[in-house]
């Protein structure tokens, strides 16, 4: 069964800082094209960054420069490092996956995504 659970989220000022982890199960991670895609109220979804199977990331320009993308395949787990946080990030962020595909272009491509985590910045 395929699960992914977010966590580290929270409320910070801005310019702080907030690590949000996605722990994956019923999958390889390194297999996969992951991500982490952003929802605020009232706003459409915005893909944040993506990181393909061979390691390869892509930022929204929003956040590029500020988030970075990691993950830690002998853990299964996905990190999202976010500095110089701004208020316009405040949003719920997910974390999402693409079984066995090398990349993910939009937030349409992935095929799985977890609960959610709450970031607030004020």
């Known amino acids: 069964q395929v699960q992914l659970v977010e966590s580290g989220g929270g409320s910070v000022q801005a310019g702080g800082s907030l690590r949000l982890s996605c722990t994956a199960s019923?999958?390889?991670?390194?297999?996969?094209?992951m991500g982490w895609f952003r929802q605020a109220p009232g706003s459409e979804c915005e893909l944040v960054s993506t990181?393909?199977?061979?390691?390869?990331?892509s930022y929204a320009d929003s956040v590029k420069g500020r988030f970075i993308l990691s993950q830690d395949n002998t853990k299964n787990t996905l990190t999202l490092q976010m500095n110089s946080l701004k208020p316009e990030d405040t949003a719920k962020y997910y974390c999402?996956?693409?079984?066995?595909?090398?990349?993910?272009?939009?937030?349409?491509?992935?095929?799985?995504w977890g609960q959610g985590t709450q970031v607030t910045v004020s």
């Open positions: 990181i393909g199977s061979d390691g390869t990331t």
């Open positions: 019923g999958f390889t991670l390194g297999d996969s094209a």
């Open positions: 999402a996956a693409k079984r066995g595909s090398e990349w993910c272009y939009s937030l349409s491509d992935f095929d799985s």
